[in-house]
């Protein structure tokens, strides 16, 4: 007998079919999710998350079945890599399906699609029977939501219903992939770091006897999103390269954010509000997967401290493969590194 469903995705499920947004907790951050088939939900999205046209939305599915229902291009890697990592937090870019209006892939003849993990965003896929498509609930160049009370903070004038779902697992967006496949051979370019990292995804490839090549990222036509300043805090945050003591990163922050412009490719620089007084490290733990969890909760705490200045030490245990996803976030947030 199937299970009654839940009140709240029962909720959820009704304000999407009306064309209403959704904060949908998912394991790797929280998504505004509206159905891909309602255009002005989607414009919705943008507008809601002041997110310009140009950033493509990912295709959020509840089955492999439902993957191939928006892309022309699901090969034998595609496969593989669904197998491998989903549900989870890989997302696959393939060539898009004519069921994927346009608006979701800013005009790209690809969409990115991920079938997550979360139970409670699984069971919303489930009972629309739609795919979602659905960026991070936030502002846009803001930080990720990983609980449902940032989505909260994040759009409380906003008309949106947000499902609770415990603070998320992974705790930072989804790995990004880039797959062609011509001639029985894949092609893959990594357009986004995360918790599934380039190692792994080459030795699902090999299991499968798949023969591939790995592509550098070279064009920004490709990877659209992906500006250098993104997940800002609201206070500066400085990631120390070098060993300087506080008062040497006060002195060097103070001068060094005064002489930055105010703005940079649309997001605002934060800069200190009057003289630097009081900063915090920010900490994470030494485990990677505890890292990325903690990552955005750990950086909102510290903006909220009452400190002028975040920073945060590099050390040379964070040079392994797993930390590189945190530091795309970390060099991405921060406003000076040094
Ligand atoms: O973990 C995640 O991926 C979360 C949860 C909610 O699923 N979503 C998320 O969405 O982080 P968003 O919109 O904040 O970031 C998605 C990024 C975009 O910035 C865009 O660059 C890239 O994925 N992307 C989406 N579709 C793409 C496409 N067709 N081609 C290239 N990049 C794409
Ligand atoms: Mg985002």
Same mark, same amino acid.
């Given at each position: 007998m199937k299970k009654p469903m839940n009140a709240e995705i029962l909720k *959820?499920?009704?304000?999407?079919?009306?064309?209403? @947004?959704?904060?949908?907790?998912?394991?790797? %951050?929280?998504?505004? =999710?509206?159905?891909i088939d309602l255009l002005k939900a989607i414009e919705q999205i943008f507008l809601v998350k002041e997110r310009p046209f140009f950033d493509p939305l990912i %295709?959020? %599915?509840?089955? &492999?079945?439902? =993957?191939?229902? %928006? +892309?022309?291009?699901?090969? !034998? *890697?595609?496969?593989?890599?669904?197998?491998a990592f989903w549900p989870g937090p890989l997302t696959i870019v393939l060539p898009r399906a004519s069921t994927v209006n346009e608006m979701i892939t800013s005009g790209l003849p690809t969409v990115g699609i991920r079938m997550p993990a979360h139970p409670m965003a699984q069971e919303l896929l489930h009972a629309v029977g739609v795919p979602l498509a659905a960026p991070s609930a936030n502002k846009f160049g803001r930080t990720s939501p990983t609980s449902s009370a940032h989505v909260k903070t994040e759009f409380k004038n906003d008309d949106v219903f947000i499902l609770e779902g415990g603070d998320c697992q992974i705790g930072i967006e989804s790995t990004v992939l880039l797959l062609k496949e011509e001639n029985e051979k894949a092609f893959f370019s990594i357009l986004r770091k995360g918790h599934v990292v380039r190692t792994e995804i080459e030795e699902v490839l090999k299991k499968a006897q798949i023969s591939f090549e790995y592509l550098e990222v070279v064009s920004k036509k490709e990877s659209p999103g992906h500006m250098k300043h993104h997940y800002m805090p609201a206070i500066p @945050? &400085?990631?120390?390269? +070098? $060993? @300087?003591?506080?008062?040497?990163?006060?002195?060097?922050?103070? !001068?060094?954010? $005064?002489?930055?412009?105010?703005?940079?490719?649309?997001? !605002?620089?934060?800069?200190?509000?009057?003289?630097?007084?009081k900063i915090i490290e920010l900490k994470l733990s030494h485990d990677p997967a505890l890292a990325s969890r903690e990552l955005y909760s750990s950086m909102r705490k510290s903006a909220e401290s009452g400190a002028d200045l975040i920073y945060f030490k590099m050390k040379p245990a964070h040079s392994n493969e797993h930390w590189e996803g945190i530091f795309d976030r970390l060099t991405k947030a921060a406003s000076l590194i040094v």
């Open positions: *959820a499920k009704e304000r999407l079919d009306a064309g209403k @947004l959704v904060g949908m907790p998912t394991e790797t %951050v929280y998504g505004l =999710a509206a159905r %295709v959020h %599915v509840s089955s &492999i079945e439902q =993957a191939k229902t %928006v +892309t022309t291009g699901w090969g !034998k *890697a595609a496969q593989a890599l669904a197998d @945050l &400085i990631l120390v390269k +070098t $060993n @300087l003591s506080e008062a040497q990163i006060i002195s060097y922050a103070e !001068k060094a954010l $005064n002489e930055m412009p105010d703005v940079v490719e649309d997001v !605002k620089i934060q800069k200190p509000q009057s003289k630097i007084q």
